[in-house]
């Protein structure tokens, strides 16, 4: 099992940047895929972003070119990067762990574990 903790969302104006960080713990940090989902009010939860341990990544349509997913092994944190942010954004913003695909799958069913999410919003 993987413990995840977010931290660094916040309240940033539209056009602004914020960083999350997400510290993992409890398995070899770089034998699974990591990801970044987000849930607004009254929508379900969305796949944003995730990275292989190989540096794979992918990302959403919507957020492609805006945000970038990195992680540092030797830390064991992965990293999502956003930029240009826009009120649309706005949503609480969750961290994951996948094991055992060979390639990234973004449904949140098979991600196995989570963390408790931390809040982003995005004034207009």
């Known amino acids: 099992q993987v413990q995840l903790v977010e931290s660094g969302g916040g309240l940033v104006q539209a056009g602004g940047s914020l960083r999350l960080s997400c510290a993992a713990s409890?398995?070899?940090?770089?034998?699974?895929?990591l990801g970044w989902f987000r849930q607004a009010p009254g929508k379900e939860r969305e796949f944003v972003a995730a990275?292989?341990?190989?540096?794979?990544?992918l990302y959403a349509n919507s957020v492609k070119g805006r945000f970038t997913i990195s992680r540092d092994n030797a830390k064991n944190t992965v990293y999502l990067q956003m930029n240009s942010l826009k009120p649309e954004d706005t949503a609480i913003y969750y961290c994951?762990?996948?094991?055992?695909?060979?390639?990234?799958?973004?449904?949140?069913?098979?991600?196995?574990?989570w963390g408790q999410g931390t809040q982003v919003t995005v004034s207009s």
């Open positions: 994951a762990a996948q094991f055992g695909f060979s390639v990234i799958r973004q449904t949140p069913t098979d991600f196995h574990s």
């Open positions: 409890g398995r070899t940090f770089s034998s699974y895929t």
């Open positions: 990275i292989r341990w190989s540096d794979s990544t």
